[in-house]
C-alpha cells in the first residue's frame, strides 16, 4: 500500500479512511446496494450503469470506449483508483437443446468479456499504484452448476477463474481481487431475462422473486468479507450450505442436482 490508503480491512477501527470506488451496475439491485453501503462509510463511489443519469456515470461495461472515459474521469477526479466492482451483469441460461447460440454470446459478452474489459483498463493504473483492489460479482451458479442454465454457469465459472488468476497475477504488485457468489435474492435481474427457454426463465423469476434476502443484506454481508480479508464470498447462507455439500459430499451434491434436473422434465 502506497497510496496512503488502508485496502479493505485496514481500518484503523478508530476513523475509516475514505476509498476511492468505482461500481458498475450501479442504478439497480446489488451494485445500488453496494454504492449505499460503500458510502455509508465515508467511502467515494462512482457509481456506474448502462444509462448516466445525474448521480450515475454511463458506462456500458461492453464499451471500450465507455471504460475508457470511466478511467479518464476517475484520473481525473481521484488521481487513482482503490477498489474496482464489477457487478453489472443479465441473467440468462436455458436448457442445452434450447437456448441457442446468440444467446450464449449475448451473455459471454455481457458477464465475462464486460469484466475482462473492466480489468483490462483498470490493471495498469493498479499495478502503477501498487495497490488495489478488484471484486468481481458472479454467482453461486459459478461454483454449483444448476441443470437448465448452462451459459450463466459457464460464464460464472469463467468469472470465479479469472478473479482467482487476478488475485495470484497482481499479488506481487500488492492488489487484490476478489469474488462474489451468492445465491439468489430479490432484484430487477430477471425482468430483462432473455431467451427462447421461456418456460426455464418462469421458474428462475420465481426463485428471485421469492428469495429470502434482498440486496441490501447482500451488500452488508460483502463488505463483512471483504473486511475479513475472504477472497471466496458466499454471501448467504444458502449459497454456503450448496457449496460446501459440494466439497464435503460430492454424491450427495450430484443427488440433489439430478433430483432437481427431473423437474425440468415436464418444464
Ligand atoms: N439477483 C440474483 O439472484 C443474483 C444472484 C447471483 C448473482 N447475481 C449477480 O449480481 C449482479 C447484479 O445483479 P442484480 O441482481 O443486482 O441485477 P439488477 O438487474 O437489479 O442490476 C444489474 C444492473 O446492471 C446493469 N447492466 C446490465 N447490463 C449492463 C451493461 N452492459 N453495462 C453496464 N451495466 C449493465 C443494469 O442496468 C442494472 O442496473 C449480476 O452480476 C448478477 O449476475 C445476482
Same mark, same amino acid.
Given at each position: 500500500m502506497t497510496s496512503g490508503v488502508p485496502e479493505t480491512g485496514e481500518d484503523t477501527g478508530l476513523r475509516h479512511t475514505p476509498r476511492r470506488v468505482l461500481i458498475t451496475g450501479a442504478a439497480n439491485g446489488l451494485g445500488a446496494a453496494l454504492t449505499a453501503a460503500y458510502r455509508a462509510r465515508g467511502d467515494e463511489v462512482l457509481a456506474t450503469d448502462l444509462n448516466g443519469r445525474d448521480d450515475v456515470f454511463r458506462? &456500458?461495461?461492453?464499451?471500450g470506449e465507455d471504460w475508457e472515459a470511466a478511467r479518464d474521469h476517475v484520473e481525473r477526479t481521484w488521481g487513482g483508483l482503490d477498489v474496482l466492482v464489477n457487478n453489472a451483469g443479465v441473467a440468462g441460461g436455458g436448457r442445452l437443446d434450447v437456448a441457442t447460440l446468440e444467446e450464449w454470446r449475448w451473455i459471454t459478452e455481457i458477464n465475462l468479456f464486460g469484466i475482462v474489459r473492466g480489468t483490462q483498463t483498470f490493471v495498469p493504473m493498479l499495478k502503477r499504484q501498487r495497490s488495489g483492489q478488484i471484486v468481481n460479482v458472479a454467482s453461486l451458479a459459478g461454483l454449483v452448476h444448476p441443470a437448465g442454465m448452462a451459459s450463466y454457469n459457464a460464464v460464472k465459472a469463467a468469472v470465479v477463474a479469472l478473479t482467482e488468476t487476478t488475485g495470484h497475477e497482481l499479488s506481487p504488485y500488492g492488489v487484490r481481487a476478489a469474488v462474489v457468489c451468492p445465491s439468489y435474492f430479490r432484484t430487477?435481474?430477471?425482468? &430483462?431475462?432473455?431467451?427462447?427457454d421461456r418456460a426455464f426463465a418462469a421458474v428462475i423469476a420465481h426463485l428471485v422473486a421469492t428469495a429470502p434476502l434482498g440486496p441490501d443484506e447482500i451488500a452488508a454481508e460483502v463488505l463483512a468479507a471483504l473486511d475479513r480479508g475472504?477472497?471466496?464470498?458466499?454471501?448467504d447462507a444458502a449459497a454456503r450450505t450448496a457449496y460446501d455439500l459440494k466439497l464435503g459430499d460430492r454424491a450427495a451434491h450430484d443427488a440433489q442436482l439430478r433430483h432437481q434436473a427431473q423437474r425440468l422434465e415436464s418444464l
Open positions: 458506462l &456500458d461495461i461492453t464499451s430487477g435481474l430477471v425482468e &430483462d431475462l432473455r431467451g427462447a475472504e477472497e471466496l464470498i458466499l454471501p
